[in-house]
């Protein structure tokens, strides 16, 4: 069965750090892009990060220099460091595989930063 499984996620103070990871299922991981999503509430889903199967990375605005992605080949995992949150970096975060011809999503694992 193929499957995206997040974890990490909870709750932080602002400043503090967090570690997602998201373990995949190998045949959607190893030759897949993988990344990281984020839907806030009443909010749209928006793009964090991605890497590459090579290990190329890009991030969106609002995390570069805070967030780092990288990706564990040998253990079919990809994972968000997460430092110095904000309160707005709360949301439920959703690891994402880009597929072909469909992409695969997990199931969310919900971050909150307190003020």
């Known amino acids: 069965q193929v499957q995206l499984v997040e974890s990490g996620g909870g709750l932080v103070q602002a400043g503090g750090s967090l570690r997602l990871s998201c373990a995949a299922s190998?045949?959607?991981?190893?030759?897949?892009?993988m990344g990281w999503y984020r839907q806030a509430p009443g909010k749209q889903r928006e793009f964090i990060a991605f890497?590459?199967?090579?290990?190329?990375?890009n991030y969106a605005n609002s995390v570069k220099g805070r967030f780092t992605i990288s990706r564990d080949n040998a253990k079919n995992t990809v994972s968000l460091q997460m430092n110095s949150l904000k309160p707005e970096d709360t949301a439920v975060y959703f690891c994402?595989?880009?597929?072909?011809?469909?992409?695969?999503w997990g199931q969310g694992t919900q971050v909150t930063v307190s003020s």
């Open positions: 190998r045949s959607i991981f190893i030759l897949n892009t």
């Open positions: 890497i590459t199967p090579g290990g190329s990375t």
């Open positions: 994402k595989s880009w597929g072909v011809p469909t992409d695969y």
